[in-house]
Every structure is written in C-alpha cells, then in structure tokens.
C-alpha cells in the first residue's frame, strides 16, 4: 500500500459488491422487471414472469388471493419479501417464491384476481388502501 491510493484489499471488495448488485441473490442476472402473464390450466393457476420462471398453485378450494408482507414476526422492520398466496380454509397455497417488492407481488395479485375471478383477502385490501395503492371500482378484485 502506498500513500495516496486505497488499500489493495478494498478494490475487490468493492468489486465483488458490484457483482452482487447485478446479479440476484441466486447469482443469476436480474433480467428487469417481470412481465406477468396469468391464466388457468387443468385446475391450477399457472403464472409467467416472462424470465423463465413459472409458478404453479392448485386453484380447488381457494376462497381469495393473498398478499403476506415478509416481516419474521416484527412488523417494525421492512419487509423480507412479499408472498402472493391463495388462501384457503385448510391454509394458504403459495404461489412461487417471495417476491422482493410489492409493487410486483400487487400486480401478480391483481392478475391472478382477474383470471381466477377471486377477490383480494380483506386484509390485503386494507393493507393496500392504506398506502393509496388500492382502490376498488365496480367489478375489479
């Protein structure tokens, strides 16, 4: 190390962070934002985030679409994650992974609704209502 310069030992430290913030937390490369496409298939709801990634949750049974804010039990910290659920009175079916913001885990929801004809949970409304995210018009789940 000489004087003037940076340590020899940050460069690729910094390096390595960089890497981790183009790539996910699986190492893959973040394609951009996921363009859903929703439909039914043999009784499942089938969704395509466009990326490769297709998520499948058995419909028989489901009452309403959930969204569940990831929070390990302390609701002072940010979220963890958002999982889009089916609920269902055995217990909810996941669909997929946790997604790491709401504004996708919202519009997955909102397609899944469209397709499935099923509403939000009452507490995913009013979860959403309280951020101004959500706003019920005639017909819309």
């Not at 609704?113 to 509403?119: D, F, I, K, M, S």
Request: glycine residues 14%; proline residues 6%; positive net charge.
């Amino acid at each position: 190390m000489g004087w003037g310069g940076p340590p020899r030992a940050i460069i690729p430290v910094r390096v390595r962070f960089d890497w981790f913030k183009k790539r996910g937390r699986d190492g893959r490369r973040d394609a951009g934002p996921a363009v859903w496409r929703v439909y039914l298939d043999a009784g499942d709801v089938v969704a395509d985030d466009g990326r490769g990634n297709i998520l499948r949750a058995a419909r028989l049974g489901t009452r309403s679409v959930r969204i569940v804010p990831l929070t390990g039990g302390n609701h002072h910290v940010q979220s963890g994650g958002w999982q889009v659920a089916l609920g269902r009175t055995d217990g909810d079916v996941l669909l997929g992974k946790p997604l790491a913001d709401w504004q996708t885990a919202r519009e997955l929801a909102r397609l899944v609704c469209e397709q499935t004809e099923l509403p939000l949970d009452e507490l995913t409304q009013r979860m959403f209502s309280r951020v101004g995210q959500y706003t019920r018009s005639p017909g819309e789940c």
